[in-house]
């Protein structure tokens, strides 16, 4: 039995690197650079799934330009260096079009200086800290301006929150967040007296001081609420022990930017009932398009409990929105298919369309929802499409930087409105 | 029979719709209310929880109280028809609301697909509450009436003051009264008249609710040319203060101890294996999450019983990961005695082997492992002290352990052995003691012990192939800061730095107080190499 189905196994391999020689000429590449094993392996594993999922689509719909796409999956294992290694391999010696990958900032970083020297194109799909526009990279993930701030108004102006603890991971997602927050709190009339900030490392487990603090700070007769950047398998603990020493969310709302639909399932959140989160895309949006990638999802992952979430759509709007603009270029050349993409609308999940900017980030609706007792979250607030700022306007240094990559005039990521030059910085 | 079916369906239609259609032209009714609910937006709603709750009906509280619990649904065709979803086990069904005063009915075969529900969020629940509380603070037992004026501590209005104020002489309850003049007396704080307000700062002083502590100070600021009162409203404060200041201080105790006993359940076994046995095992990690994964799979086996799945947990993981323990020492560790960095190389081996073993058996994602709901919540003592049960509970159990294991190594015949066989090795083999069999025996003895805290931390943190690693850098600071060899030194090695990174933290802020904490260890074993406990006479050596 097991012999066969090695066997078989091979044969087809065999067939695959039969075809693959074969009509070499006639596919285009698609790299895909999502780690699959190491720390990160649980996230990014479903956005490689994601991938392979809407290249089977699009092949089923004939491909493109006429030729099959071909996924080329390679493994960056959570480490960061090798990031930029699997870029330079997918790029000079697999030759790929494309590559849709990374989660981390700092995974990004570290590919950035490759890509460039390369000229590559990448679509990087998860919310980010901002601060940064390549040349060579498409961000479908949030913005600060389409998560974090949005986040905050809606806590002010409908729970009139007037205390704030940000508690984040110590990295530079949460601190850049957390600085551009406090910011703009302190913009919008906050006292510096009320508002805490509190770093805890990767994988934190002993949560006990830091939400009895929270609890203390929240007691002092002001509506308070937790603006939550903790990543990673630290939630889990954090939510507990919230649970634990009975932090309803009537009381103290905890709103999270890294807590969605897959970092809930399998986890029992009745006492978590009405904390928050703000995405982009929840999986209980009510669209057709939505219903139609939700009973897609599950057929191709076969496992009717499998959740969707705000990455997998960043990564849909970015493989559609990458498609289109192939077959308006007539060409995957990269700067063909940049050219093309400025300006280019693709249906997002929500209902409405997402548009991409020249500053290589795209429009999308913020959605604010509540965890509900089933995992999922009940949308209670969306907007209408934002567009997204590479450079936030709540810090003075970045408020005077914008990005354009179609004006011939800037053409940079970091063009300075005062002294009308760009920058220069590169990552 | 086509046509009998026809009618039949016909006539329940009628029977159902027909009284629904009659009474929906009266608005004082709870159907025509709800209906009106279900079309409004979340800031109206919040709005008209108190035109629904002013409804005087017997099921007006049931329907508060189920949409408080997200419960209601109606029909996605007809908004006028609403559900109650109930659960029974695993199943969800439906019951309809019947008749204008919405009483509920027999469950209904109904698809869920075609009911949408009627939803609320934090604000409209938070107004749910409220409502829920003036309700049963008219017809609900004492102990409902003081978790409704709980609930209303602080946020009344003046409507809602002269209501409780006209309910008041009614309460026949000393408890009830009490916290009937808690309630009343928060609210006159803001009273125009200064005697007023001064009479209401009497029952207030040395009040620990942070409610009665944010009205006073609210107070202080919005009448701060009443001298006499500030001076007196401070003096209140400043009476609290120093209560809350003793309990906080109380609370910090207790999380440093309560981290101390999960430093010291993660050493303990150490202390066995590398105090007493002088193996660096550095695959002591693992063994904590091989009992955190044993954890798992019991409560895989017994999903019915998830309140005892612990108590079998803690055996069975002693057993798993004592037997992997006496496997390692027969497998690899007798044949390296005596070098102590090839066997450091060779248990860091083992411990790459056995996460690559879990990642491969369990899959590299994090297991959720239950918390029996003995486990969850706190006990709350006063309003600002309340202790976690988890953590209650794991203090006990690591003290317990601690003391099973001095008993053992003091009073029974296999802790002579131990003792013997780590103070000279040839002499007790001289006098007949089987030191291979003890060496294996010791080894999985300090296994069994890990993988039991593995029981105990799955409660606390992930359950992940990883899991080990984080406990092992503080297991051996435990074991080394305490003094090598000495369980007591373990023990306050283990207290001793939990308080002090509990009360550094609130200070430094969570990485900087484990920075420091590290930093004092490393000058502390530079003053001492031999840790707090030092062995002593021939044992030293």
């Not at chain 2, 029996?372 to 709350?380: H, L, R």
């Amino acid at each position: 039995m097991y012999g066969k189905k090695t066997l078989s196994a091979g044969l087809a391999a065999l067939a695959l690197a039969y075809t693959t020689v074969s009509v070499a000429e006639d596919t285009i590449k698609v790299g895909v650079l999502h780690s699959l094993s190491g720390t990160m392996a649980i996230s990014e594993t479903t956005l490689k799934d994601t991938v392979l999922m809407m290249i089977e689509a699009q092949n089923a719909k004939g491909g493109l330009l006429g030729k099959k796409l071909e996924a080329v999956v390679v493994d960056p294992a959570s480490n960061w260096p090798l990031f930029a290694e699997k870029t330079r391999e997918l790029l000079t010696k697999e030759e790929v079009d494309v590559i849709f990958g990374c989660w981390t900032s700092v995974s990004r970083k570290s590919v950035l200086p490759v890509i460039e020297e390369l000229n590559g194109l990448m679509f990087y799909p998860v919310q980010y800290e901002g601060e940064e526009s390549s040349k060579n990279v498409f961000y479908t993930g949030a913005a600060p301006n389409q998560q974090a701030i949005p986040a905050v108004d809606y806590l002010m102006q409908e729970a009139e929150i007037k205390r704030w603890v940000l508690a984040g991971t110590d990295y530079v997602y949460p601190r850049t967040t957390n600085k551009i927050l406090e910011a703009y709190l302190k913009s919008k009339g906050v006292k510096a007296e009320d508002i805490m900030i509190s770093y805890t490392p990767f994988g934190h487990s002993d949560w006990q001081g830091i939400v009895s603090s929270i609890k203390k700070f929240g007691s002092a007769g002001k509506a308070t609420a937790v603006v939550s950047t903790v990543n990673g398998d630290a939630n889990v603990p954090f939510y507990k022990e919230l649970g634990n020493q009975g932090i309803s969310a009537e009381d103290i709302p905890v709103v999270a930017f890294s807590v969605g639909e897959e970092e809930l399932s399998g986890f029992d959140t009745k006492p978590l009932l009405g904390h928050l989160a703000a995405w982009n895309y929840f999986q209980s949006a009510e669209s057709e398009a939505n219903s139609e990638f939700i009973s897609q999802w599950k057929a191709y992952i076969k496992d009717d409990k499998r959740v969707t979430n705000d990455p997998m759509e960043a990564t849909y709007i970015g493989f559609n929105a990458w498609a289109k603009a192939v077959t308006k270029a007539g060409s995957t050349e990269v700067d063909a298919v940049r050219s093309s993409l400025y300006g280019i609308k693709v249906p997002n999940l929500t209902g409405g369309y997402a548009e991409v900017l020249p500053n290589h980030h795209i429009s999308k609706p913020v959605l604010i929802g509540e965890i509900q007792a089933d995992g999922q979250f009940e949308i209670v607030s969306q907007t209408p499409e934002v567009a997204g700022d590479a450079w936030t306007d709540h810090l003075a240094e970045s408020a005077k930087i914008i990005s354009n990559w179609q004006d011939p005039a800037i053409n940079c990521g970091n063009y300075n409105k005062e002294t009308k030059k760009c920058s220069g910085q590169k990552y | 029979m086509k046509n009998l079916i026809a009618g039949i369906v016909g006539v329940w239609l009628v029977a159902l719709c027909g009284p629904v259609t009659a009474e929906a032209a009266d608005n004082g009714s709870l159907r025509a209310q709800l209906q009106h609910f279900s079309g409004l937006n979340y800031r109206q709603k919040k709005a008209a929880v108190e035109g629904l709750a002013t409804i005087e009906s017997e099921s007006t509280l049931p329907l508060l109280q189920a949409l408080l619990g997200g419960e209601i649904y109606f029909s996605k065709t007809d908004n006028s028809q609403f559900y109650q979803r109930r659960e029974s086990g695993a199943e969800v069904q439906f019951s309809p609301l019947l008749g204008d005063q919405l009483s509920p009915g027999p469950t209904a075969a109904i698809k869920p697909s075609s009911l949408r529900k009627l939803r609320v969020n934090n604000a409209v629940r938070k107004a749910l509450r409220q409502a829920i509380a003036a309700v049963q603070l008219r017809v609900g037992s004492e102990a409902e009436r003081l978790a409704a004026l709980e609930t209303m501590l602080g946020k009344l209005d003046d409507e809602a003051y002269l209501r409780l104020q006209q309910l008041q002489p009614q309460q026949s309850s000393a408890a009830v009264q009490d916290q009937f003049q808690l309630v009343l007396a928060v609210h006159q704080l803001g009273a125009a008249d200064s005697a007023q307000r001064l009479a209401a700062l009497g029952p207030l002083a040395g009040r620990l609710e942070p409610q009665v502590r944010a009205a006073i100070q609210q107070a202080i600021e919005a009448f701060a040319d009443d001298r006499a009162f500030v001076a007196e409203a401070s003096a209140a404060l400043a009476k609290t203060e120093q209560r809350i200041g003793f309990y906080r201080f109380v609370e910090t105790l207790f999380f440093g101890l309560s981290l101390g006993s999960v430093f010291l359940l993660a050493a303990i076994g150490l202390a066995i294996t590398f105090g007493v046995m002088g193996v660096i095992n550095m695959a002591h990690g693992e063994m904590i999450m091989l009992g955190a994964y044993t954890t798992y799979v019991v409560q895989l086996l017994m999903p019915a019983h998830l309140q005892y799945s612990l108590l079998v947990a803690v055996p069975a993981a002693f057993l798993v990961s004592g037997l992997f323990g006496v496997l390692i020492e027969r497998g690899v560790i007798q044949f390296l005695h005596g070098r102590p960095l090839e066997t450091l190389l060779a248990t860091f081996g083992i411990s790459l082997i056995l996460q690559q073993l879990v990642r491969s058996v369990f899959s590299p994602l994090n297991r959720q492992v239950a918390s029996p709901s003995w486990m969850s919540g706190a006990v709350e003592l006063n309003p600002v002290l309340s202790l976690t049960l988890n953590r209650l509970y794991i203090l006990a159990f690591s003290l317990l352990v601690f003391m099973l294991l001095v008993y053992l190594f003091k009073r029974t015949n296999l802790g002579l052995n131990v003792r013997a066989v780590s103070q000279n090795r040839a002499m007790a083999k001289a006098m007949g003691v089987k030191t291979g069999w003890v060496d294996a025996l010791t080894f999985g003895l300090g296994s069994g012990v890990a993988g039991v805290a593995g029981v105990a931390l799955s409660q606390l943190t992930n359950v992940g192939p990883n899991l080990g690693q984080s406990y092992i850098i503080d297991s051996f600071m435990v074991v080394v800061f305490g003094g090598v060899g000495n369980l007591i030194g373990t023990l306050v090695g283990a207290f001793s730095l939990g308080v002090a990174n509990k009360f550094l933290e609130p200070l430094t802020g969570a990485v900087m107080a484990n920075i420091l904490v590290l930093v004092f260890i490393i000058l502390f074993i530079q003053k001492r190499p031999q840790g707090l406990f030092p062995q002593r006479g021939r044992a030293a050596e």
